[in-house]
């Protein structure tokens, strides 16, 4: 294993901080004040979209010609430090992994700085893999995990992908890389794409350790 992928929103901190609810406020206004449409349409819009095209935005951008970066700078405008601070223990469990660890996120890079800054780990990773590394294609569709494999040079097989997202993490699996979920809740059922769940960020080095020695008692045996 020589990269991690770590996604960012719900996954370096955890969904009970609600920090996406607010951007989840910014797309509704943006949907409405912005793009023109009513009030009581955009949350059916925007669970069409969700479906239809993995997010938000791409909907908007073939159905309302939208310019993802007026959307991307709008939707992002809230303030991170409302909802998350320092997390020293994270920092000191991404400092001792030796891995590349880089941000793979369907959000900006600009927001992706601005959260990492807050929990104060921006020095933590080589790399920040927004929305736009393939033409604001969002995961769980195929071409940006394989444009970041490409710039990192590395094929799947050497990656391990660390997500909230099921589905994020089915295309990822299917692609070869191991995975990790992300799951607070204890109901989370099984899935084939899943090789470890964690409740919390905070316990992949535990996860990637107990890999890495099972390998080494194979290596041996
Ligand atoms: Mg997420």
Redesign the pocket.
């Known amino acids: 294993m020589k990269a991690l992928l770590f996604?960012?929103?719900?996954?370096l901190y955890s969904a009970s901080r609600a920090l996406f609810n607010l951007i989840d406020v910014r797309i509704n206004r943006y949907m409405h004040e912005v793009v023109g449409i009513a009030h009581e349409r955009v949350d059916q819009l925007r669970r069409h979209y969700w479906q239809q095209y993995g997010v938000t935005l791409r909907g908007l951008m073939q159905e309302h010609g939208t310019d993802p970066e007026h959307y991307l700078h709008y939707v992002h405008e809230i303030d991170v430090s409302s909802r998350l601070d320092a997390d020293p223990t994270l920092r000191a469990m991404l400092q001792q992994l030796p891995q590349r660890k880089v941000v793979f996120t369907n959000g900006s890079a600009e927001h992706a700085l601005r959260v990492l800054e807050c929990l104060q780990i921006e020095d933590c990773f080589e790399q920040v893999f927004d929305i736009r590394v393939s033409g604001y294609l969002p995961k769980p569709c195929e071409p940006p995990y394989c444009a970041v494999l490409r710039c990192l040079a590395l094929p799947a097989g050497d990656c391990v992908m660390i997500?909230?997202?099921l589905a994020n993490l089915q295309t990822a699996a299917r692609l070869g890389m191991r995975t990790i979920h992300v799951a607070e809740q204890d109901d989370v059922l099984s899935d084939a794409a899943v090789d470890a769940r964690v409740c919390r960020v905070h316990q992949v080095a535990h996860v990637l350790q107990g890999w890495q020695s099972r390998a080494g008692l194979q290596g041996v045996a």
């Open positions: 996604d960012l929103d719900n996954t997500e909230d997202s």
